[in-house]
């Protein structure tokens, strides 16, 4: 029999929040993290807007320099393993280990694993590499290379909390942390592991976002209010964010058995890719209509089941029209009218994290009854009709959400999740 998935610890690092309380009211609120940014100090770079954590400073290349909220006690051998982004990870698990109310002696057994998905830190592979040049490589960081690959949230998290279950990274751009999420949900329903810890980390830096400027990605507004809006007919691009997001996922069985209050169930995943470009999705979404199928599939659900939907939809003008002809496909032609909103109006995309995040937000939206709405929409681009799109959040219980997430190469991935079901004796 198939074991029950449930998400029983949530840590949030996010522009909109450090907390789920907080990240909880500004979802309702519609209260956006985006402000006016200056990435290196050139008035010729296009870009203006991100959307920062707050409480940290890791602008430095160096972690003796760097700050974060007083709660937290990283230890000096651990942060000198760490890359910024490390630093927002680290956080957010001490943070959804205790909301799962478990200890780190709790997930030392091998019957816990951890899945991380994060692109690395350019920023800080750039300043090692260019010290290492200067002196002809005859020098080096010792740390460099655990500091800045795209492993580097595994090799950390997995040595300083002692975990000995699966460990490993995904790499697959912005699909990156869902496709974790979906493969822990393997792992947990095979039996291989009791609990899978997954996160999803990057960082908010010239090095990190300044890169998609050039395939004009991103929005060159330079108003916070109006700089994200998915769907929107004035849509320009995406807004960078960095942070991190940590979701405890464990068996049902194990997580009622120690009295876990689980905020909820994930019932199916799917994915599927596009198979087209390296670069942008499927004009009519192929790839991402045919992972949703395969979602609810899985769930054992039909479309007109689904009453919520988290979109990936990042502000781009080809991502959001073939996301919207998929839900079409997948929704209006039979007559479904779910919830449709992107929660990126207010945080930004956060590329490797966003569907951690994302599924994060689903678990609030289940266990407190509401759905997300769309800030920033004005003018709704015409692709979109038919699809349900409210501005504002709707307060009211969903029984069943969608999320999804697609990235380069037309990797797309979506999760079904559910209330926790009452288990009757």
Same mark, same amino acid.
Request: proline share 5%; with cysteine.
């Given at each position: 029999?198939?074991?029950?998935?449930?998400?029983?610890?949530?840590?949030?690092?996010?522009?909109?929040?450090?907390?789920?309380?907080?990240?909880?009211?500004?979802?309702?609120?519609?209260?956006?993290?985006?402000?006016?940014?200056?990435?290196?100090?050139?008035?010729?770079?296009?870009?203006?807007?991100?959307?920062?954590?707050?409480?940290?400073?890791?602008?430095?290349?160096?972690?003796?320099?760097?700050?974060?909220?007083?709660?937290?006690?990283?230890?000096?051998?651990?942060?000198?393993?760490?890359?910024?982004?490390?630093?927002?990870?680290?956080?957010?698990?001490?943070?959804?280990? !205790?909301? #799962?109310?478990?200890?780190?002696?709790?997930?030392? /057994? =091998?019957?816990? $694993?951890?899945?991380? *998905?994060?692109?690395?830190?350019?920023?800080?592979?750039?300043?090692?590499?260019?010290?290492?040049?200067?002196?002809?490589?005859?020098?080096?960081?010792?740390?460099?290379?655990?500091?800045?690959?795209?492993?580097?949230?595994?090799?950390?998290?997995?040595?300083?909390?002692?975990?000995?279950?699966?460990?490993?990274?995904?790499?697959?751009?912005?699909?990156?942390?869902?496709?974790?999420?979906?493969?822990?949900?393997?792992?947990?329903?095979?039996?291989?592991?009791?609990?899978?810890?997954?996160?999803?980390?990057?960082?908010?830096?010239?090095?990190?976002?300044?890169?998609?400027?050039?395939?004009?990605?991103?929005?060159?507004?330079?108003?916070? !209010?109006? #700089?994200?809006?998915?769907?929107?007919?004035?849509? /320009? =691009?995406?807004? $960078?964010?960095?942070? *991190?997001?940590?979701?405890?996922?464990?068996?049902?069985?194990?997580?009622?058995?120690?009295?876990?209050?689980?905020?909820?169930?994930?019932?199916?995943?799917?994915?599927?890719?596009?198979?087209?470009?390296?670069?942008?999705?499927?004009?009519?979404?192929?790839?991402?209509?045919?992972?949703?199928?395969?979602?609810?599939?899985?769930?054992?659900?039909?479309?007109?089941?689904?009453?919520?939907?988290?979109?990936?939809?990042?502000?781009?003008?080809?991502?959001?029209?073939?996301?919207?002809?998929?839900?079409?496909?997948?929704?209006?032609?039979?007559?479904?009218?779910?919830?449709?909103?992107?929660?990126?109006?207010?945080?930004?995309?956060?590329?490797?994290? #966003?569907?951690?995040?994302?599924?994060?937000?689903?678990?609030?939206?289940?266990?407190?009854?509401?759905?997300?709405?769309?800030?920033?929409?004005?003018?709704?681009?015409?692709?979109?009709?038919?699809?349900?799109?409210?501005?504002?959040?709707?307060?009211?219980?969903?029984?069943?959400?969608?999320?999804?997430?697609?990235?380069?190469?037309?990797?797309?991935?979506?999760?079904?999740?559910?209330?926790?079901?009452?288990?009757?004796?």
């Amino acid at each position: 029999m198939t074991r029950e998935v449930l998400i029983t610890g949530i840590g949030f690092i996010t522009s909109i929040g450090n907390d789920s309380a907080t990240v909880s009211a500004s979802l309702r609120e519609g209260r956006h993290g985006l402000l006016p940014w200056d990435f290196c100090g050139n008035p010729n770079v296009p870009v203006k807007v991100a959307a920062p954590v707050r409480g940290f400073n890791v602008d430095s290349p160096h972690w003796r320099d760097w700050n974060w909220p007083k709660e937290h006690n990283i230890p000096r051998e651990t942060l000198r393993g760490l890359a910024p982004h490390g630093v927002y990870a680290f956080c957010a698990m001490e943070q959804a280990l !205790a909301d #799962a109310a478990l200890t780190p002696a709790d997930i030392t /057994d =091998g019957a816990t $694993g951890l899945f991380c *998905a994060s692109a690395g830190s350019a920023f800080v592979l750039h300043h090692n590499l260019t010290q290492a040049r200067a002196c002809q490589f005859e020098r080096g960081n010792p740390m460099g290379v655990v500091t800045s690959i795209a492993g580097t949230l595994n090799f950390n998290l997995a040595a300083h909390f002692a975990i000995t279950g699966a460990v490993t990274g995904f790499v697959s751009a912005c699909a990156s942390s869902s496709h974790a999420i979906g493969y822990a949900t393997d792992e947990i329903r095979l039996g291989r592991q009791e609990r899978m810890i997954v996160v999803g980390a990057e960082e908010l830096n010239a090095d990190t976002v300044l890169p998609f400027a050039p395939m004009r990605a991103l929005s060159p507004n330079a108003d916070p !209010a109006t #700089a994200s809006r998915p769907f929107d007919m004035g849509r /320009d =691009g995406f807004v $960078g964010t960095g942070g *991190a997001v940590v979701l405890v996922l464990e068996d049902g069985g194990v997580a009622r058995r120690r009295g876990a209050r689980a905020y909820a169930e994930i019932s199916g995943w799917g994915q599927a890719s596009d198979g087209y470009s390296v670069a942008t999705s499927h004009p009519d979404g192929a790839g991402l209509r045919e992972a949703m199928r395969r979602a609810l599939r899985d769930a054992q659900a039909l479309p007109e089941a689904v009453n919520y939907v988290n979109a990936h939809a990042t502000s781009t003008q080809i991502g959001d029209k073939a996301e919207a002809q998929a839900l079409r496909s997948v929704f209006t032609a039979v007559g479904a009218r779910p919830v449709v909103s992107s929660t990126k109006g207010l945080t930004g995309h956060g590329l490797s994290m #966003a569907g951690a995040m994302e599924v994060g937000f689903c678990a609030l939206a289940l266990r407190e009854g509401f759905m997300p709405g769309n800030a920033h929409l004005r003018e709704v681009d015409p692709v979109c009709d038919g699809l349900n799109l409210p501005r504002k959040s709707v307060c009211t219980q969903p029984s069943l959400i969608l999320n999804n997430s697609s990235g380069f190469g037309g990797s797309n991935v979506c999760h079904v999740l559910r209330p926790v079901r009452e288990i009757r004796s």
